[in-house]
């Protein structure tokens, strides 16, 4: 379970969250919003990627939670290499055995085997945001954070995606497509000004 | 001038600023790491200051050293003064600075990888050495220019290597004698030279690197 403890992240130019209260368990769960309504700076402190100025994050309970959260970015960025080697780096980094099995898996799911040899910068923006979720898959973590992931996608991706997600539980995503929100989430949050509302 | 005598020059000059600049190389990868990933107090004073130490003349650099290697100076009992040694050191140093800023620049364009790979589970460490490996070809590239102002020097060349024939004397020494001389032809046929050997070291090791 993930729980967000009267969460604050202030950046000093203005913007992010303020007072975030969320409970997320075995379930998906959307947040939506305007642009630069606060949903990115929520994500990024629940991964643990922004450390907020007040309040907490625990994961089952804990402070420390490195690997259990995988934040896939809005804006896909990749690695200089292929696309095999950019869904195996973190498998290896992590020292799983199976790396390989994990990496095929999980690009045969996002439909990008046949691109595992490209380099992945050269690759069109969809391309891109289906390695990113690939890359984050293959890990398996427990709780999948996805931004904006329909973003780049095409009508035939986003289904396949709404499947993928379905599949699994313990998915938080931040969108504005309220139509994929609507398809794929088991409940929707609303977000606005940094600060959730009923 | 012999061809023999060029040749010699020419693979000295290569040597010594190749020597210059792996060991800049050296030191201002990890330097540009860690002024590329760490926030801290004095971080954007220490940027200006290799900025500005970008364009001090090689002779003022070349006049400290010759001062800390002279006989009496400070490190005089290294007996350093007119080596290949002296002139690899100073050229080190008259490159670093360069080779930082260049590789900072690098490195901070590509710093969006670190927060990808620490959102994957990736040590700070382990982010490190993957921003490393994706801003490489610039770091290359980096390295490529610290070792053309290396070899295109003269101010250091001369003060700390004192254009020794067969000992430590190189391409812009060399240059500079000649004109000295009034043989203005062979000044500038070495000169030709010494444009060749940087273009072609830098295309070859550019390819390279974008392979």
Do not use: Q
């Given at each position: 379970m993930i729980e967000v403890i009267n969460v604050t992240y202030r950046y000093r130019e203005g913007g992010g969250i303020s007072g975030i209260n969320l409970v997320v368990g075995d379930e998906i769960v959307s947040i939506e919003g305007p642009n630069g309504a606060g949903k990115t700076t929520l994500l990024k402190v629940i991964a643990g990627l922004l450390k907020p100025q007040s309040g907490e994050v625990l994961v089952d309970g804990s402070r420390n939670f490195k690997g259990d959260v995988v934040y896939v970015h809005q804006r896909p960025v990749m690695f200089r290499t292929t696309v095999m080697e950019n869904i195996i780096w973190a498998l290896r980094a992590r020292k799983i055995e199976d790396a390989e099995e994990r990496a095929v898996e999980a690009m045969e799911l996002m439909g990008i085997y046949e691109l595992?040899?490209?380099?992945?910068?050269?690759?069109?923006a969809g391309e891109m945001q289906k390695v990113s979720i690939a890359r984050a898959l293959a890990l398996r973590p427990k709780y999948l954070l996805l931004d904006e992931?329909?973003?780049?996608?095409?009508f035939s991706s986003v289904e396949s995606l709404v499947s993928i997600i379905r599949g699994r539980k313990r998915v938080l995503i931040a969108t504005h497509d309220r139509d994929f929100s609507e398809k794929v989430a088991d409940r929707v949050v609303k977000i606005r000004y940094g600060r959730l509302v009923p | 001038m012999t061809p023999l005598e060029i040749a010699e020059i020419s693979l000295r000059s290569i040597a010594i600023s190749g020597t210059a600049s792996i060991i800049a190389a050296v030191i201002s990868i990890p330097l540009s790491l860690f002024l590329c990933l760490r926030d801290f107090k004095g971080k954007n004073l220490i940027l200006e200051i290799l900025n500005s130490m970008v364009s001090l003349p090689t002779v003022v650099i070349g006049l400290l050293l010759y001062y800390l290697l002279t006989r009496t100076g400070p490190l005089g009992f290294l007996d350093l003064m007119y080596t290949p040694i002296a002139m690899v050191i100073g050229q080190a140093i008259l490159i670093i600075p360069l080779m930082t800023i260049f590789m900072e620049r690098a490195l901070d364009s590509r710093k969006d990888v670190v927060e990808v790979a620490i959102s994957l589970g990736a040590s700070n460490s382990q982010a490190a050495h993957r921003l490393f490996l994706d801003s490489l070809p610039g770091i290359i590239s980096s390295v490529l220019v610290g070792f053309n102002r290396a070899i295109g020097e003269l101010g250091v060349a001369l003060m700390l290597?004192?254009?020794?024939?067969?000992?430590?004397?190189v391409m812009t020494t060399a240059i500079a004698l000649e004109v000295s001389k009034g043989e203005f032809e062979l000044g500038i046929s070495l000169g030709f030279i010494l444009v060749c050997i940087s273009l072609l070291l830098t295309s070859a090791i550019s390819r390279m690197a974008r392979r």
């Open positions: 595992r040899n490209r380099h992945a910068w050269k690759l069109s992931p329909t973003g780049s996608l095409d | 290597g004192g254009n020794i024939k067969g000992f430590t004397r």
